[in-house]
């Protein structure tokens, strides 16, 4: 893709921070027209900002559907949400935001931009983590909606491949952004007896979090995902996660959640 004399445009959804800047950041200065969509601008000059709120009805849709006079090469879902609350005592608002802004949004994104692709292919990756294979405690939503968009990148895998569309699924681990700081935490009210777990894995998490990677790391792996002439269809980001992630995967299921247990201090 990289060696096209044509200019590329990409459309990155969450791109004012984190994760979504750096992407933004390596596309622009790769030669890429970016055009960014989130709540907040991507403060890149080279960065087209449109300004939606993913779980805004169609917002999302309409906005893409409107810039297909730019022939979009590729698609990157960064946007994300994270609640810190136990199962019993989540509110069903705050839950049903989360799954809009972490998978029906990256959902309504994909169905806008799909038609367009399919006329001369196209590159999609989705942002999700590792948080989707094994549960971060107490921020189980979370991980329940990247479990279920990896599954969806599974999916759309095999029905877009004959149409010249290639989808991957990112998967960092901790990573040192400021996503850690916005995530929604219940109070020791709301979260009642399970207050004391609450808050070991909340401080975990952050721990896990900020001595993580960094996102301009992560940013580089979704970068040679786009360019690949041939990407994997989930992409583990960082040896170290990549072993984990396999690990996990072929130990019995109690034993490795003893020891998810343990990570998060319960």
Do not use: H
Not at 17 to 33: D, K, P, Q, V, Y
Not at 184 to 189: A, E, F, G, I
Not at 201 to 208: E, P, R, S
Request: charged share 20%.
């Amino acid at each position: 893709m990289e060696n096209s004399n044509v200019k590329k445009t990409a459309v990155v959804i969450g791109g004012s921070s984190g994760i979504g800047f750096e992407t933004c950041l390596r596309l622009s200065n790769r030669g890429w027209n970016v055009i960014n969509i989130s709540r907040t601008p991507c403060k890149i000059d080279k960065v087209e900002n449109i300004q939606a709120d993913v779980t805004e009805g169609t917002a999302l849709t309409d906005i893409i559907r409107g810039v297909a006079d730019k022939p979009v090469s590729a698609l990157v879902y960064s946007a994300g949400f994270s609640m810190a609350a136990p199962i019993e005592y989540a509110k069903e608002n705050d839950y049903r935001y989360l799954f809009d802004v972490n998978f029906f949004g990256a959902l309504q994104a994909m169905q806008a931009i799909i038609p367009q692709m399919k006329q001369k292919g196209g590159r999609i990756v989705l942002v999700g983590s590792l948080g989707g294979d094994l549960p971060i405690m107490f921020d189980s939503f979370y991980s329940a909606s990247k479990a279920a968009l990896e599954m969806l990148c599974r999916s759309a895998y095999s029905e877009l491949k004959p149409y010249g569309i290639k989808v991957t699924g990112v998967l960092p681990g901790g990573t040192a952004t400021g996503f850690t700081f916005k995530r929604k935490v219940y109070t020791t009210d709301e979260n009642k007896a399970y207050s004391g777990g609450v808050n070991k894995a909340v401080a975990a998490l952050a721990n896990m979090e900020q001595s993580g990677m960094s996102p301009t790391a992560v940013a580089e792996i979704i970068y040679s995902v786009l360019v690949e002439e041939n990407p994997p269809v989930i992409k583990s980001c960082g040896v170290k996660n990549a072993v984990y992630r396999a690990f996990t995967r072929v130990m019995p299921e109690k034993l490795t959640l003893k020891i998810n247990e343990r990570m998060y201090n319960q």
